[in-house]
């Protein structure tokens, strides 16, 4: 079991930066894919930026350039650095863990999500 906490999300103007962070309990965090997620008010979940275990990383094509995807194994924490905000960003953001096997998902876990609201 994986529980997830994230937090960083708050009220910014458009151009502006945030980091979204997201602790995850247990011991095993080094072996996890972790990913962020968005879902904007009507519009269904996307996903934003992935690192796995081995700390490669993909983003969609709308932040590429904007957001960096990272983590601190030791701090079992993982990132998003979100720069040059667009009203479009504006979202709850959640944080996903994945155990794998090969690319088969064997367990899935989210956070509770944080809000992120751009400014026009």
């Known amino acids: 079991q994986v529980q997830l906490v994230e937090s960083g999300g708050g009220l910014v103007q458009a151009g502006g930066s945030l980091r979204l962070s997201c602790a995850a309990s247990?011991?095993?965090?080094?072996?996890?894919?972790m990913a962020w997620y968005r879902q904007a008010p009507e519009k269904q979940r996307e996903w934003v930026a992935t690192?796995?275990?081995?700390?490669?990383?993909n983003y969609t094509d709308s932040v590429i350039g904007r957001f960096t995807i990272s983590r601190d194994n030791a701090k079992n924490t993982v990132y998003l650095q979100m720069n040059s905000l667009k009203p479009e960003d504006t979202a709850v953001y959640y944080c996903?863990?994945?155990?794998?096997?090969?690319?088969?998902?064997?367990?899935?876990?989210w956070g509770q999500g944080t809000q992120v609201t751009v400014s026009s």
């Open positions: 247990g011991s095993t965090f080094s072996s996890l894919r």
């Open positions: 996903n863990a994945k155990f794998l096997r090969g690319s088969i998902v064997l367990s899935s876990y």
């Open positions: 690192i796995t275990s081995g700390g490669s990383t």
